[in-house]
């Protein structure tokens, strides 16, 4: 895996990461007891962002699947035979 690549994975694993956690606190959460820095913070609203919930734990499951698919294809594995050829008997 070069280092570009593992860079990328680590990213990837930060923003999903990031992204359940927003999705867990909106989902969680009614508006008023949001964090002040979070869009859809009402002061005296007492609903619900089960949308916005929804979409940050989708879209932080599909983070981390494209980081464990980085991470995995930047592996290179051994062939079984290591390179001679198969005669077909045992």
């Not at 909106?26 to 508006?31: H, L, M, N, S």
């Not at 979070?38 to 734990?57: D, E």
């Not at 698919?69 to 390179?83: F, L």
């Amino acid at each position: 895996m070069t280092a570009a690549s593992r860079f990328l994975v680590i990213i990837l694993v930060v923003l999903g990461v990031l992204a359940l956690a927003a999705g867990i606190i909106y989902y969680v959460e009614p508006a008023k007891s949001l964090p002040t820095f979070f869009p859809g913070h009402l002061a005296h609203g007492n609903g619900r962002h089960t949308t916005r919930g929804l979409a940050g734990i989708v879209a932080g499951a599909v983070l981390l699947i494209i980081a464990v698919i980085t991470a995995r294809a930047g592996r290179r594995w051994p062939s079984r035979n290591n390179g001679a050829k198969s005669t077909g008997t045992l």
